[in-house]
């Protein structure tokens, strides 16, 4: 997202996002600490996550930042963001998972050795402790408003669809370990996932199918790249059982992963069907939880 788009978007108090809340007014705003953007259409059970879109890093820490900006771009996920334009609500990240990795418990939520990010050495430093003070103060930032949002609409309509978005590579050596061809989709699922939820996974899974790409028609597998082990998905899960939250690893089948260069017809292809899929998604999952 572009930085001369946030300028224009103000930050919100807490006291302003709960009356907002609380009187179902439709608002767009950063997070009191500008690490996420809320953005509230209209009030509905349906939700969209996506931690780690983000591209920005205090310029403090930059200047003590062995990998390069470009390097970056390989393990973000870039572009998810444009995928949202269905969903009534939306939380996005605009902080590097470089910076903090708000999908990855607290304690380990700073890349500070080697094996925590995919063998690359972030840092020709270590991070002063203010420094990363700082950063988990952010990570707080977005968890807490994540959860108040989630539990504002869960109080608010009960049953509640959370999809938590992400991109995932698949070209580079060090996920030879997974059978390929790679999906498309990869829905990351628990075994409660299926037990409460498996009418709405199943469309979705249906419904993901019908997208025709480069590759051919979409896959669709679970739990084939990742498993339900992030920290977002965890919490919610463990806080809100009215919730399901269902990370969606996409295949990054519309952009040079090295680079973070996009096909940008693949990308729109993909945006427009997303759109058409994911209120029907909405639908059935309203009818399953009614």
């Known amino acids: 997202m572009e930085e001369t788009t946030l300028d224009a978007i103000p930050r919100i108090s807490w006291v302003d996002l709960r009356k907002n809340l609380e009187s179902k007014t439709p608002f767009e705003a950063l997070s009191p600490l500008a690490t996420c953007l809320i953005r509230v259409r209209e009030y509905s059970p349906f939700i969209a996550n996506v931690s780690h879109s983000g591209h ?12 390069e900006e470009q390097e970056r771009l390989c ?15 939306q939380i996005i990240a605009l902080d590097s998972r470089y910076e903090y990795d708000v999908n990855r418990p607290r304690k380990h939520a700073v890349y500070l050795k080697p094996f925590e990010s995919w063998g690359k050495k972030v840092w020709r430093n270590p991070p002063r402790p203010e420094e990363l003070e700082f950063s988990l103060e952010k990570y707080d930032d977005y968890h807490e408003i994540v959860e108040f949002v989630v539990e504002s609409i869960q109080k608010m309509f009960g049953s509640t ?33 299926k037990k409460e939820h498996q009418s709405t996974i199943d469309f979705l899974s249906t419904q993901l199918k019908t997208i025709s790409t480069p590759e051919g028609p979409a896959t669709v597998l679970e739990n084939a790249v990742f498993q339900k082990d992030g920290a977002i998905a ?21 952009m040079e992963e090295k680079t973070g260069v996009f096909h940008e017809e693949v990308l729109e292809s993909l945006r427009s069907s997303l759109n058409e899929i994911f209120p029907k998604v909405f639908s059935h999952f309203r009818k399953q939880t009614s």
């Open 161 to 193: 669809l959370v999809l938590d978005l992400h991109s995932y590579n698949y070209r580079r050596s060090a996920q030879s370990s997974v059978k390929t061809p790679f999906p498309t989709f990869d829905l990351v699922l628990s075994e409660e996932d």
């Open 234 to 254: 965890e919490r919610l899960q463990a806080f809100f059982p009215d919730v399901l939250t269902l990370p969606i690893e996409i295949k990054k089948i519309y």
């Open 56 to 67: 920005r890093v205090r310029e403090e820490l930059e200047m003590n930042m062995l990998i």
């Open 75 to 89: 393990e973000e996920d870039v572009g998810v963001d444009r995928f949202l334009d269905a969903f009534p609500i």
